[in-house]
């Protein structure tokens, strides 16, 4: 693109508080800083930027939300007819899958933090929706369209302290140069900006290194998370029912496992996960997926029915021992940036939540101090010590035994563990490391078997290029790729002839192809108007040499109620 000069000087406004990202922990944040604004009687500026078309159209989770934040930041919302809270959960059914048949656990077997009594069934792009129209309402401004790409610092400052972001030129072409339509981005600055981008977020990512943030923890890890959402037919419909599965078609080394949320509607909701630290190039988790559905336990419900929507992300898994440094010079880390997701209890929106208002109790206090542009330590210092601590703390283990140990006996003793840290508020295992990151776990090719996967049915099971349609995934076909591979050369050398181009197979949207013509060099395409930016590339890539960025703003999914 033109040099830096040349380009026409930004614009910039200025906040109390930047926001990146309108998930649940941005909004709570930005809801949150208002009501101790208007509490207070002061003026508080506040702006949440989100780089989805709308708020909630890249918003992907299961979901099923424990109430608890939603409790403390909007007290009333059990009398709110707009709220999207519907479906209490009315039913838990944990399944073990085998090839042919499915065995149901008892409930009584599992640790009370795993009962689903008292959550909700809900699209978490519709509660994403309804806070911010709570947080308008409350005066934050949103700008959806809006993608954040770039950290702005103080470069005169000693500690380089963050003092706001700016978005992304518009009207850019493939070449890189300024199109007819061009528009320079926005600086938007603040005395404190909260990252909220969801997991690996790009951002934060360049945060985490710039500043060390996870010199002291262990390496990040991850799983990738695929749904549908489905409507079924009404006498397969069972309201509230909540069941998760693990076992096939995944072997016992591979982590993993499913759910099926039956919301309201006769819509029911159907996910597979799969830990990204899985050693075979030649796993497709799009396929484990739709293998999945036509064991005959779970095909009968969705027999007859329709698919409405289909999507994927990246599922941060780490947990306590993952979680880096979540505050620096100017900022903080919030929600699934940070890593506050609960693996077995598959939530993370309430701990999001959690963080975003803790984190805004901390700035507010700063800012009434009259700092700016700091270090939030009471943050960090006080997060561990909070539900949101309490609540991953004992779970710490259950990860790294099913790493370890494999599906039986991991998710065995990680049971086990979970009823001692319940009960006695200790673990026989004191806090387990999670080992080496995902993308040190594939094995060559030549070590492993290839997996003859089935042909989709058309029925229950579908292939990449239908199900990327009904994601409603949207990239002007002119726009600069976002998928940075930083050296093509070593792609072809290691990712191609040493792990046979697992990026084929472990991207859910047939990103990434591999085409193989005649004698010449196969050749690495990159069909980047695909992507759902679910980030797996930047985590599972062998040699890290793919780095996800940003896109035009507004480009990606628009997920109408995931």
Known sequence: MAEAEAQPERESMEFDVVIV?????????????????????????????????EVGAHTLSGAVVDPIAVDRLLPDWREDETSPFKTPVTKDKFIVMGPAGALRLPNFMMPPLMNNHGSYIVSLGNVCRWLAAKAEELGVEIYPGFAAAEVLYDDEDDENRVIG????????????????NYMRGMALLGKYVFFS??????????????????????????????????????????????????????????????????????????????????????????????????????????????????????????????????AFPGGVLLGCSAGFLNVPRVKGTHNAMLSGMLAAEKAFAALKAGRANDELIEFENEWRDSDIGKDLKKVRNVKPLWSKLGTWIGIGLGGLDMWTNTLFGFS??????????????LKPAAECKPIDYPKPDGIVSFDKLSSVFLSNTNHEEDQPIHLEVKDPELQKTSEHDIYAGPSNRYCPAGVYEWIEEGEGAPIF??????????????????????????????SGPNYPNM
Request: hydrophobic letters at 35%; one cysteine or more.
């Open 21 to 53: 990202g309108a998930g649940p922990a941005g909004l709570s944040a930005a809801i949150r800083l208002k009501q101790l604004s208007m509490e207070a009687g002061d003026e508080l500026s506040v702006v949440v930027l989100e780089k989805g078309s």
């Open 165 to 180: 972001v700016a978005t992304g030129d518009m009207g850019v072409t493939r070449s890189g140069e300024p199109g007819p």
């Open 197 to 326: 981008e969801g997991v690996r977020g790009s951002l934060a990512k360049e945060l985490i290194a710039k500043y060390e943030l996870d010199k002291d923890c262990d390496p990040a890890k991850f799983g990738i998370g695929l749904k549908e959402l489905w409507q079924v037919a009404p006498e397969k419909h069972q309201p509230g029912l909540v069941q998760h599965s693990f076992g096939w078609p995944l072997d016992s080394k591979i982590g993993g496992g499913s759910f099926l949320y039956h919301l309201e509607d006769n819509q029911v909701a159907v996910g597979f996960v799969l830990h990204l630290n899985y050693k075979n190039p030649y796993l497709s988790p799009f396929d484990e997926f739709q293998r999945f559905k036509m064991h005959p336990a779970i095909r009968e419900t969705f027999e007859g029915g329709k698919r409405i929507s289909y999507g994927a992300r990246a599922i941060s898994e780490g947990g306590w021992q993952s979680v880096p440094k979540v």
């Open 428 to 441: 026989f295992f004191g806090t387990l490391s999670h080992g080496k990151p995902d993308y040190k776990t």
């Open 525 to 554: 395409q990159i069909n980047s108007q695909n992507c759902v930016h679910c980030k797996t590339c930047d985590i599972k890539d062998p040699n890290q040499n793919i780095t996800w960025t940003v896109p035009e703003g507004g």
